[in-house]
Antibody
Framework: QVQLVESGGGVVQPGRSLRLSCATS????????IHWVRQAPGKGLEWVSV????????YYADSVKGRFNISRDHSKNTVYLQMTRLRSDDTAVYYC??????????????WGQGTLVSVSS | SYVLTQPPSVSVAPGQTARITCGGN??????VHWYQQKPGRAPVLVVH???DRPSGIPERFSGSNSGNTATLTISRVEAGDEADYFC????????????FGGGTKLTVL
């Protein structure tokens, strides 16, 4: 079965860096884009970033552009989110999600369980 | 950037029908997707492409989209349907990312 498992969250001071991992299994990794979506405590869902199936295309939300970098390792079936210059408003549960698609649209067809990032001094 | 608007809360008695709306400019020209999220859990896709259900999602969940409003309809509501529901579209023009509505808390009375 399709599985996505996030790791790497924790408590970090403002201005520091953290790398999240999304380990996948149960599907052909090289065929799917992967997204990161975050949810601040008690708030809604916010899209963060996406990487294409072959890793050549990467897109970011304006709120993280220039600070976060998404990448993927096909030998490990894993996607990473390198987060730098972290701020208090980056505090959230971070989910990775598989890029489901039909003609002309995309959506998250499978989600990981999430990993909590808390930015605090 | 594109904005999706949802009511913060909807309440319904068990066995009745719940309708959760999602509003956006000319939303009917886009494909809308819906997620259910229970407390402490990851979201789950319940409807994609306005009205299609993934395997394993009960037929009680249905969707529609026209004009400026998409609607998620849950028939014969059960206590287990109590959750937050989010609508989502794909922003094909700028960020290539997903735009989410603010979410609606469904309370089963």
């Amino acid at each position: 079965q399709v599985q996505l498992v996030e790791s790497g969250g924790g408590v970090v001071q403002p201005g520091r860096s953290l790398r999240l991992s999304c380990a996948t299994s149960g599907f052909t990794f090289k065929s799917y884009g992967i997204h990161w979506v975050r949810q601040a405590p008690g708030k809604g869902l916010e899209w963060v970033s996406v990487i294409s199936s072959d890793g050549t295309k990467k897109y970011y939300a304006d709120s993280v552009k220039g600070r976060f970098n998404i990448s993927r390792d096909h030998s490990k079936n894993t996607v990473y989110l390198q987060m730098t210059r972290l701020r208090s408003d980056d505090t959230a549960v971070y989910y990775c999600a598989r890029h489901g698609f039909t003609t002309g649209t995309t959506y998250a067809d499978y989600w990981g369980q999430g990993t909590l990032v808390s930015v605090s001094s | 950037s594109y904005v999706l608007t949802q009511p913060p809360s909807v309440s319904v008695a068990p066995g009745q029908t719940a309708r959760i709306t999602c509003g956006g400019n000319n939303l009917g020209s886009k494909s809308v997707h819906w997620y259910q999220q229970k407390p402490g859990r990851a979201p789950v896709l319940v409807v994609h492409d306005d009205r299609d259900r993934p395997s394993g999602i009960p037929e009680r969940f249905s969707g529609s989209n026209s004009g400026n409003t998409a609607t998620l309809t849950i028939s014969r509501v059960e206590a287990g349907d109590e959750a937050d529901y989010f609508c989502q579209v794909w922003d094909s023009s700028s960020s290539h990312g997903w735009v989410f509505g603010g979410g609606t808390k469904l309370t089963v009375l």
